[in-house]
Nanobody, 124 residues
């Protein structure tokens, strides 16, 4: 399995970006997917998670109402739509895949595969 994240960039406060993460491998539909981020000098934190079929989603409190995670199993891609961006959203964003049938979406240790990260900078 390989994950390729893209879509990061520089945006002003209040702006928006859509991150994409393309999954290469078999059985994408059997993986739950997560988005995490790591800001400079900080630990990695959970951002959002989406279930195998896309019907269940979880979000960190800091992004609820602003970010939306989704997936297109036909395109083996997961998305993170980020609206109303704030300077504190500046980070490297990572997508991750987990084939376990249970477990936490927010615990990075649950995930089996990670993408290389895409950088998001929100300027004030």
């Amino acid at each position: 399995v390989q994950l390729q994240a893209s879509g990061g960039g520089l945006v002003g406060v209040g702006g928006y970006l859509r991150l994409s993460c393309t999954f290469s491998g078999r059985l994408f539909g059997s993986y739950k997917m997560g988005w995490f981020r790591q800001a400079p000098g900080k630990e990695r934190e959970f951002v959002a998670g989406v279930s195998w079929g896309g019907g269940t989603k979880y979000y960190a409190d800091s992004v609820k109402g602003r970010f939306t995670a989704s997936r297109d199993n036909a395109k083996t891609t997961v998305y993170l739509q980020m609206n109303s961006l704030k300077p504190e959203d500046t980070a490297v964003y990572y997508c991750a895949a987990d084939q376990s049938l249970s477990g936490s979406y927010s615990d990075g240790r649950e995930y089996d595969y990670w993408g290389q990260g895409t950088e998001v900078t929100v300027s004030s």
